[in-house]
Structures are given as C-alpha cells and as structure tokens.
T-cell receptor, first 114, second 116 residues
C-alpha cells in the first residue's frame, strides 16, 4: 500500500534554531518527492521537488534531502523565523511521467516561538 | 497574478441541501483536481480532470460530482451533503505534460465546509 509517514507530528522550537522534519515513504513506482508548506487556513505552497536522481535541493533556508534507497526524505530549516510556523507536508508522486498520483503525508505542524 | 480561486471560503449547510464549491484558475492549466483534508490525515483526492470534458474519480469520490465544461473552471458539487463531508476542501491545478511529472501544483486557499 502506498503510504507517506511524517515525523514528528508536531514540533516546537525557538526562533533562530534549526530543525529537521522526517518523511518515510512506501510508494512505488516512485517518480518524485515534494515538500509543501501550508499556513493555517491556506493552501499548500511548494518548497522543493526532487526526482529519483537528486539527493538534495535547497530553497533559501529550506534544504530537502532524499535517499531513494532507504525511501527517506528530510526537510531541514535553518535559522527558523516566526513565519516558519506552519504545517509541512511531504508528498510523493507514484507514477513516472503521464498521469501521476500524489500520496500526501499527514504533515508536521511546526511552531516557532520567540 | 497566477492563482486558483475557490469560493466560498467558509460554508455551513444542512444535511441534504445541494451545494456547489467553485474553483477557477487563470493559468491555462489542463489538469485540475479536488482534495479534502481532514485532521490527522493527508490530503485525499476526490476527483481530477486532465482537460475539458475529461474527469475521473480519485480516492474518495463517493457523494461528490464534478464537471469540466471550460478549461478554467472545475466546480465540486455535493448533491446531498452529509455530516461526514464536513472537511477542508482544496482545488489544485497544474500544467499537463505527459513526458514530465515535475510541474508544480498551485492550490487554492481552501473551502471549509460544515454540514450539520
């Protein structure tokens, strides 16, 4: 069964600190993995997308890694800001090319406190 | 501004009263999709459309209908809403390219539906 599991479910950190969010997936055939940021009451916004051959991708203070062998990904946030408070969703695309099926994780809710 | 617009943002209705949630995109995207988001669960796909007059069921289509008469619009119809359809709904769109699956999705801001 295609599944995406994220940990932790929630996380509280102090402003300026770094944190790492985890994503494990059992999705086949794998096409790509995406990380989204979802502010409360808003739609998800794309942070990064990585294909099978990529093992790291950065977007400002966000750095995603992918280990396709162990089927794990992480999202590292550097020097956190209050505006980073949001849910972070890991999404795996199940079919290479053509119509792809997105499998969504339940998200990690991050709260950055001053 | 490139965007996906959903209306309404909030809706409270009674069981059995038909309703429509509208979704419109201004990016000339071929692919559009509806998702629902429930606490503790990832987004689940309700219906999707790969182009005008082409729609198909997602993972949780029961109780929903869609139509795609124009490229820009993809309304979600609940003919007889029930309390288990209380949820946060998102519409999304992207370019359709058979040779590539790396196009980004643009999501609407969501519609919070409560059925009492």
């Amino acid at each position: 069964k295609n599944q995406v599991e994220q940990s932790p479910q929630s996380l509280i950190i102090l402003e300026g600190k770094n944190c790492t969010l985890q994503c494990n997936y059992t999705v086949s055939p794998f096409s790509n993995l995406r990380w989204y940021k979802q502010d409360t009451g808003r739609g998800p916004v794309s942070l990064t997308i990585m294909t099978f051959s990529e093992n790291t991708k950065s977007n400002g203070r966000y750095t995603a890694t992918l280990d396709a062998d162990t089927k794990q990904s992480s999202l590292h946030i550097t020097a956190s800001q209050l505006s980073d408070s949001a849910s972070y969703i890991c999404v795996v695309s199940a079919v290479p090319g053509g119509y792809n099926k997105l499998i969504f994780g339940a998200g990690t809710r991050l709260a950055v406190h001053p | 501004e490139a965007q996906v617009t959903q209306n309404p943002r909030y809706l409270i209705t009674v069981t059995g009263k038909k309703l429509t949630v509208t979704c419109s995109q201004n990016m000339n995207h071929e692919y559009m999709s509806w998702y629902r988001q429930d606490p503790g669960l990832g987004l689940r796909q309700i219906y999707y459309s790969m182009n005008v007059e082409v729609t198909d069921k997602g993972d949780v289509p029961e109780g929903y209908k869609v139509s795609r008469k124009e490229k820009r619009n993809f309304p979600l119809i609940l003919e007889s809403p029930s309390p288990n359809q209380t949820s946060l709904y998102f519409c999304a769109s992207r370019n359709w390219d058979r040779g590539s699956d790396t196009h980004g999705y643009t999501f609407g801001s969501g519609t919070r539906l409560t059925v009492v």
